[in-house]
Structure formats: structure tokens, C-alpha cells
């Protein structure tokens, strides 16, 4: 026989049998093997309610900590219960148990509070969900094909990670924002279909365009190519974009017949305009001349001086291109000075010197008969620098014809 031992909840007994006090009285809850020490027995049931303490413990910290659902919490404190309901342990399991119905509250708030977030999380994500199928709306509604596909992607992705709504508000809402994606990429899908058919028909057209334009780059008749580029210049741009992957290698073949014609027109003109110093030279030096004629004091002796000036300026040929305007200039204030004097002349004197004015006016017309001879063959053949010079020629012969004319009205 085993000698009996006590515990402040339990004993036991002679045979070996494990007791332990309840406010319902003693029951079994275990047997110790005979022979051994009953205080081991003691200890080894005093350790399993030590065990379910920590188990209560554990939960109770859970719970505070918000570690724990409300769900899961109830789950957690069911079979807490259930492990110290007819326990074998030793210890104040009724303390226990009522420890576990003190938190049943506590779940009860947790449950509470958790509905109200939740409740306040559908009505956020409703919101945002209404705001995000009223955009979907408007993008559906533009033309926006680019940035649209875009922005709608993203909105979907937003969509996914915001919280489901009740199964009707949800699907409701779903079936817009879904119908403005189908609608909007069936467009964008039919406007780059078309914009794929535009773009092949532009490569077609600038490939004949390029033939054009490296056909012509090696022309030297500078003045109708030059306006043959500038045609195929609008032609080019009225064609449109072709494929990306392709125009730009369109474009350099185009840009480079360009360049060459261009850089061989330019070289050309180099050339000419060196060729053409020594005559800026030479009429650098008739200038002086006319210009000695100022103030004109003698309008005959001035207007005799400067036809023979004209005649050694039209002999003295081309100058560079940046200097006609200033040389031509400097001439044109001498025939103005001197047609201004004659002029003042002209209405001094007697009738006798309408002959004179007779024979300028036959003279002048002759030349404006040539001249416009010269600036039509010049126009046919596409000389745009001898077309500029003639026309500058014959505005002033026709001046100097107007002049006359009006002298020899003075004298009729």
C-alpha cells in the first residue's frame, strides 16, 4: 500500500486513486501505479493544470492584443473550455472556467467593433468603386485610346484590391465598369485597325515619293528641282505617318536625296558667287562713279552719265547673291536722284526739248521690249537669279519710261 498525500485540491488515496476537489465534491480524476511516490502523482497532474492555466493565459493575451478575430477567438475559448471541463488536473479549474467566461464580452465587443470597421470599409470601397465606374464611363466616352487603355488597366487593378460589396451593389456595379472596358477597347481596337490601314497606305506613298526624290538629286537644273523638292515636301507631309518601325528609315532615305540635290545646289552657288567677286569689284567702281553725279546739278550731263553707267553696270555681269541687294540699292538712289532732277528739269524747260524726251521714251521701249524678251527666255529655262536681275531691270526702264512719258505730256 501506498501512503495516502494531500494536495489544496486533491489527494490521494491509499490504493493510488487521484482526487480533486471541486465545489461539487471530490471525483477521480487518475491512478497512480502502487508502490511508487504519491507526491510525483501530485505534481505530475498539478504540472496539467499548470499547462491549462498557460493555455487561458495565452488566450487572454491574444485577445487583448487584437492577435485574434473574433471568430477564431470563440473558436479559441470553445475548446479552452473543452480541455478543462472534466480536466485531469489539479488545480482551481473553476477559476479557469470563469476566467474563459469573463472574455466572452470582451469577444463580443471585438465582434462588434470589427462589423462596425467593416461596415465602414464597404461604404469607402462603394464609393470608391462609384468613382471608378464613373471614370470608366468617361474614358469609354473619348478617344483617348492611348492613356485610356492605360489609365483603365490601372483602375482595374484598384478594383481587384478593394474589398468585394454585397453580392448585388457589387455585381451591379461590376457589369458598368466591365461594359466600359469591353466598349472602349472594341473602339480602340477598331481605331488602330484603321490607323494600321492609313499608315500602310503612307509607306506606299512615300516610297514612290523617295523614288521621286532620289530620282532628282542629282539634277543641276537647281531652279525647277529645288520647286520639284518643295512639291514633294507637301506631298509627303499630306501623306501621313507610315508604321513607326518604318519612318524613320523613310524619312532619312528622303531627308538625304534632299541633302545631296541641295549641298550640290549650294556648292554650285559657292562657285558662281566666288566666280562673281571681281564683277562686285567692277561695280564697286561704277559706283563711285554714279554716286560723284550727287547732287545732280546738270540733269542732262547727269541723266547722259548714268545710261552710260547703266550700259557698263549691265556689261559688268553677276555679283554674289548677298551682295546684289545692297549694290543694286546703291544704284537705284542714283536713278532715282537723277529722274528726280530731270523731272525738275523737264518742267523748266521749252517745248523744243520734247524731242529729246521722244527719243528716251524710243529708247526706253526698246529696252523694255528686250528686257522682256530676256526675262521670258530666263523664266522658261528656270533661271530664277537672271528672272530677279531682269525684273529689277525692267521695273526700272519702265520707271524711267513713266518719267518720260509723263515729260512729254508737259510739253504737247
Keep these: 500500500m501506498t501512503t495516502p498525500a494531500e494536495h489544496p485540491w486533491g489527494r490521494v488515496d491509499d490504493e493510488g486513486n487521484v482526487h480533486l476537489r471541486t465545489a ?47 471568430a477564431d477567438a470563440v473558436k479559441a475559448l470553445d475548446k479552452a473550455r473543452e480541455n478543462i471541463t472534466d480536466a485531469a488536473a489539479l488545480g482551481d479549474l473553476g477559476a479557469l472556467e470563469a476566467r474563459l467566461t469573463a472574455l466572452a464580452p470582451q469577444i463580443e465587443q471585438a465582434r462588434e467593433a470589427k462589423k462596425a470597421a467593416r461596415e465602414a470599409e464597404q461604404a469607402v470601397a462603394e464609393q470608391r468603386k462609384t468613382e471608378i465606374v464613373a471614370e470608366a464611363e468617361k474614358i469609354a466616352a473619348g478617344t483617348e485610346y492611348r492613356k485610356g487603355a492605360d489609365r483603365l488597366s490601372a483602375l482595374l487593378d484598384e478594383w481587384k484590391a478593394l474589398p468585394r460589396l454585397s453580392r448585388s451593389a457589387d455585381d451591379a456595379l461590376w457589369k458598368r465598369f466591365s461594359g466600359s472596358r469591353t466598349s472602349f477597347m472594341r473602339a480602340r481596337k477598331a481605331f488602330f485597325a484603321e490607323q494600321d490601314t492609313q499608315r500602310a497606305a503612307a509607306k506606299k506613298i512615300k516610297e514612290k515619293l523617295i523614288v521621286e526624290a532620289e530620282a532628282l538629286s542629282g539634277s543641276t537644273d537647281f531652279g525647277a528641282t529645288a520647286a520639284a523638292y518643295r512639291d514633294l515636301m507637301s506631298r509627303w507631309k499630306a501623306a501621313g505617318s507610315a508604321p513607326r518601325n518604318v519612318e524613320d528609315k523613310l524619312w532619312k532615305r528622303f531627308r538625304a536625296a534632299q541633302d545631296a ?69 546703291r544704284l537705284r538712289k542714283v536713278e532715282e536722284a537723277v529722274r528726280a532732277a530731270g523731272e525738275r528739269q523737264w518742267q523748266r524747260t521749252d517745248p523744243e526739248k520734247s524731242a529729246r524726251a521722244d527719243d528716251m521714251i524710243g529708247k526706253l521701249q526698246r529696252a523694255i521690249t528686250e528686257t522682256e524678251e530676256s526675262l521670258a527666255a530666263a523664266e522658261a529655262a528656270g533661271d530664277q537669279r537672271k528672272v530677279k536681275d531682269l525684273t529689277a531691270k525692267l521695273e526700272s526702264n519702265r520707271a524711267f519710261l513713266d518719267m518720260a512719258q509723263k515729260a512729254q505730256a508737259d510739253f504737247s
Design 24 to 70: 461539487d465534491g471530490e471525483r477521480i480524476i487518475g491512478q497512480w501505479a502502487a508502490g511508487s511516490d504519491p507526491t510525483e502523482a501530485l505534481a505530475f497532474y498539478e504540472r496539467r493544470f499548470g499547462a491549462l492555466e498557460t493555455e487561458v493565459e495565452l488566450l487572454e493575451k491574444r485577445l487583448e492584443s487584437g492577435a485574434l478575430s473574433p
Design 261 to 329: 540635290f541641295f549641298e550640290a545646289r549650294d556648292a554650285a552657288n559657292a562657285a558662281l558667287d566666288k566666280e562673281f567677286e571681281g564683277n562686285a569689284v567692277v561695280k564697286e567702281q561704277i559706283l563711285v562713279e554714279a554716286e560723284a553725279l550727287l547732287p545732280v546739278s546738270d540733269a542732262d550731263a547727269a541723266r547722259k552719265a548714268l545710261n552710260d553707267i547703266a550700259d557698263r553696270w549691265e556689261a559688268a555681269g553677276k555679283v554674289p547673291r548677298a551682295r546684289i541687294s545692297e549694290l543694286e540699292g
